[in-house]
């Protein structure tokens, strides 16, 4: 099973609106990835948790809250957000170390209007 | 921080050609990955390579991993409609970079039947 499930598929919040997305992964992966993707665009990396810690955060704004509450959830808390921050919310999980395979979930598609 | 040159940007090809496709750093890499996407839907992973000289073949893709650890190539036999979509390369360092995947700018692949 190489499976990384994402909800919601779809998402639209105001700017003024608390949202969650969630992933969650059963493969004992124990690095997990949130990635931003623009359209057309590679996707760009926003934190790294790895052992349920996080390891790298890629100067994201503080709008956006990381969360992994165990070694298979993955959550990423929107608050305030912009106009601009609509993209494609991918989650991604590997194990950690060397000689490692990187699997992407399907994304949450959000409208931020 | 490291940048990867993927080429060609698009291509536009008749159903049962063959594809190639390349990727070139600057630096090294120990991992390169390729990826294909869909619009609206997360990369998935196609082919993984580990070793300098590495070959690998999936079905009809094959990809390199370049004797000098800074490029790599996938080429697909015989194109189908399916076949359509963006292809992604991705190299990892490990542990100079953590778990952070590089990704190149893409190729878009459409196939006329």
């Known amino acids: ?113 | 921080g490291q940048q990867l040159n993927q080429s060609p940007q698009s291509m536009f090809i008749q159903e049962g050609e063959d594809v190639s496709m390349n990727c070139t750093s600057s630096s090294i890499f120990n991992t390169w990955l390729w990826y294909k996407q869909d619009p609206g839907e997360g990369p998935v992973l196609l082919i993984a390579l580990y070793k300098a000289g590495e070959l690998t073949s999936n079905g009809r893709l094959t990809a390199q991993f370049g004797i000098t650890r800074k490029d790599s190539f996938l080429n697909i036999s015989a194109s189908i409609p399916s076949d359509v979509g963006i292809y992604f390369c991705a190299g990892q360092l490990y542990p100079s970079s953590g778990s952070r995947l590089t990704f190149g700018e893409g190729t878009q692949l459409t196939v006329n039947p």
């Open chain 1, 1 to 113: 099973d190489t499976e990384v499930t994402q909800t919601p598929k779809h998402l639209v919040m105001g700017m003024t609106n608390k949202k969650s997305l969630k992933c969650e992964q059963h493969m004992g992966h124990r690095a997990m990835y949130w990635y931003k993707q623009k359209a057309k665009k590679p996707p760009e990396l926003m934190f790294v948790y790895s052992y349920e810690k996080l390891s790298i955060n890629e100067s994201v704004p503080s709008r956006f809250s990381p969360e992994c509450p165990n070694s298979s959830l993955l959550n990423l808390h929107l608050h305030a957000l912009q106009p601009e921050d609509s993209a494609l919310y991918l989650c991604a999980s590997s194990q950690v170390g060397m000689n490692t395979e990187a699997f992407f979930g399907q994304g949450t598609r959000l409208t931020v209007v």
